[in-house]
């Protein structure tokens, strides 16, 4: 009779999880909607070490918004970054930032994602995810820039921004090319873009979480959407 509940239990779980992800599924068809994963960040900063004795400082401004998106046995599922720290340098005097990235003349550049605050709307997903990114040694995820390049962009005033780095992820550091959209206003930076990878490429193992009736596994590929913006302090 135990046993029997436990099924049922579990059944009954899994049946509330597939009626979720179908009607997220179905939520997302419709036009013009923000889900809410996709809300920018409520806590912004900079990089505690990044100071600029020689050059311009940029930090990460109020609307900047991360989040990715991966698939499981079950359902796609979403995590967002409710807190963001992210600074620039450029070399030199100039303010101009269009000139600035033109020339190669951002000194460093760094984001990154506190995994305490990057979040889904499961607390077991998030439990799972903190253990896969071996969170407890490794706080943050981390992009750190290398190299850049701006061209024009596809209208008048908008540019293509390719920014060359590494991405640290629990513990491990990988080559990455980040190649997005971009828009210079008001001496601030707007980059946005979406990038693939795969949780393997960083020695992760996808997280999976066993029910008694069935195993739930996420899968290997994700996604991540950027849409960061740099200005002067």
Request: proline share 3%; aromatic share 6%.
């Amino acid at each position: 009779m135990k046993h029997m509940m436990q099924v049922w239990m579990a059944t009954a779980a899994v049946m509330v999880l597939t009626t979720m992800a179908l009607a997220d599924s179905g939520n997302q068809l419709q036009q013009n909607q923000t889900h809410w994963y996709q809300a920018a960040a409520t806590l912004v900063g900079p990089i505690d070490e990044k100071t600029a004795e020689k050059g311009t400082l940029l930090t990460l401004q109020t609307g900047s918004s991360l989040y990715m998106e991966g698939g499981s046995t079950l359902h796609m599922y979403q995590m967002n970054a409710h807190s963001l720290k992210g600074s620039a340098i450029l070399k030199g005097s100039s303010t101009d930032l269009v000139k600035a990235l033109k020339a190669g003349k951002v000194g460093s550049m760094s984001l990154a994602v506190p995994i305490a605050t990057f979040k889904s709307r499961e607390g077991g997903l998030d439990d799972n995810a903190a253990k896969a990114l071996k969170a407890a040694d490794n706080p943050e995820i981390r992009f750190d820039l290398t190299k850049e390049k701006l061209t024009a962009g596809a209208t008048e005033g908008s540019y293509v921004l390719t920014a060359t780095g590494t991405l640290t992820i629990a513990g491990d550091t990988e080559p990455v090319t980040l190649s997005g959209d971009a828009n210079v206003t008001d001496n601030q930076i707007r980059f946005k873009g979406v990038q693939k990878l795969k949780m393997t490429d960083f020695k992760i193992t996808p997280p999976s979480i066993s029910l008694v009736v069935t195993a739930i596994t996420c899968t290997d590929d994700i996604t991540v959407y950027y849409d960061v913006i740099f200005g002067a302090k």
